[in-house]
DNA sequence: AAGACGAAAGTGGTTGA
DNA sequence: TCAACAACTTTCGTCTT
């Protein structure tokens, strides 16, 4: 019945929660891209993620994002907390600031004395000046709140939008930005995360929630990918099956036949050259068919953003190459 | 009437001299 | 820098269901 119990109570519900999560992501690392096995090891001294089964090395830069959990003392290792918000790249101080509030209460909750109010609102007024104190802060503040919007426009993951603000901080860094404007290089570095993170939008799409145009950020982004070196294989057409099957409302299965057909047509080159969009289309057209839940050549066009011609041509072609024969 | 098909002409981007 | 070129789009007429 004491209140200190249920307290403990909670916060031991809490720490479990937590625990699951923990154990959840550790579980959510893919398999092994060489051999297929989950065993999967993360090398914290090289930083490196390693199969563990063949010592393929999946990833060489990882970075742990989760909270740095060395305990000194007993007290600590029960809490196992520290304070404020993670860092972040989304925002121009990393998200680093603590601020001064404006409700005029002490630490315990008592109303501070008309004199010292006076030296708050000073404080305040500086820590406001201070934190976005020059031009290139300004520019970074501002591009990063566009990086946002733009983000949640096309409804993309945090996590492509920290990529993308770590690019677009490398670019600075090397002085890219100089000559181009900025909303491009925003878009460019958007584009680019997106590619890295396996789920490509078009760059159609980026520039539909763009002030700029999809020459401009095509430009930009060779560029910027070329000047920082980014690795970035062409796109697979497999990448945009899962998002145009979701936006026309087909199954899983669809998705697997889709994606099957795709990796046939790449290992005999048939995918090289053309559009990838262009490929997803009629690979998804064919399985639909095949999977009876046929949608009709104008719906995928549609949201695969090719024409209908495309997605015939590129079927025709499928269909003959792979010997997949399609009865209507 | 809607969807599929194919021909022909036009467009934007890459490549090689 | 320019022409050649392949992929892709647009447009339109015809055929099928």
Same mark, same amino acid.
């Given at each position: 019945?004491?209140?200190?119990? &249920? ?10 929660? #937590? ?63 520290? #304070? ?169 299965? #669809? ?18 050259? &053309? ?33 209908? #011609? ?19």
């Amino acid at each position: 019945m004491p209140e200190v119990e &249920r307290v403990r109570e909670v916060e031991k519900e809490k720490e479990k929660e #937590v625990e699951k999560k923990e154990i959840e992501r550790e579980e959510a690392i893919e398999v092994c891209p060489e051999c297929g096995s989950p065993r999967i090891i993360r090398d914290y001294k090289r930083g490196e993620l390693v199969c563990q089964d063949c010592g393929y090395v999946i990833e060489d830069r990882y970075i742990d994002a989760g909270p740095e959990w060395r305990a000194f003392d007993s007290e600590q290792k029960e809490k196992r907390s520290r #304070v404020g918000a993670p860092v972040t790249y989304t925002i121009h101080d990393k998200g680093l600031s603590t601020i001064i509030d404006w409700s005029n209460k002490d630490f315990y909750g008592k109303s501070i004395s008309i004199r010292n109010r006076a030296q708050l609102f000073r404080l305040r007024k500086w820590q406001r000046r201070i934190r976005i104190s020059n031009a290139t802060e300004r520019n970074l503040a501002f591009a990063l709140s566009e990086l946002d919007r733009m983000a949640s426009a096309l409804g993309l993951p945090k996590s492509v939008r920290e990529t993308a603000a770590v690019i677009y901080r490398k670019a600075i860094e090397k002085n890219l930005i100089r000559g181009r404007s900025i909303e491009g290089v925003v878009a460019a570095a958007l584009y680019a995360a997106c590619r890295q993170a396996g789920v490509p939008r078009t760059l159609d799409e980026i520039a539909q929630y763009s002030r700029v145009d999809r020459k401009e950020i095509g430009r930009t982004y060779r560029f910027i990918a070329r000047e920082l070196g980014l690795k970035l294989m062409p796109t697979s057409p497999a990448d945009y099956v899962p998002r145009f099957c979701a936006a026309l409302g087909l199954s899983g299965e #669809v998705q697997k036949k889709a994606i099957e057909i795709i990796k046939k047509a790449e290992e005999r080159e048939l995918t090289s050259g &053309r559009g990838p969009t262009g490929v997803a289309a009629a690979a998804i057209y064919i399985a639909s068919i095949l999977c009876g839940e046929r949608r009709t050549q104008r719906e995928v066009a549609e949201v695969a953003g090719v024409t209908e #011609v495309t997605i015939r041509n590129r079927y025709k072609e499928l269909a003959e190459k792979l010997g997949i024969e399609i009865i209507l």
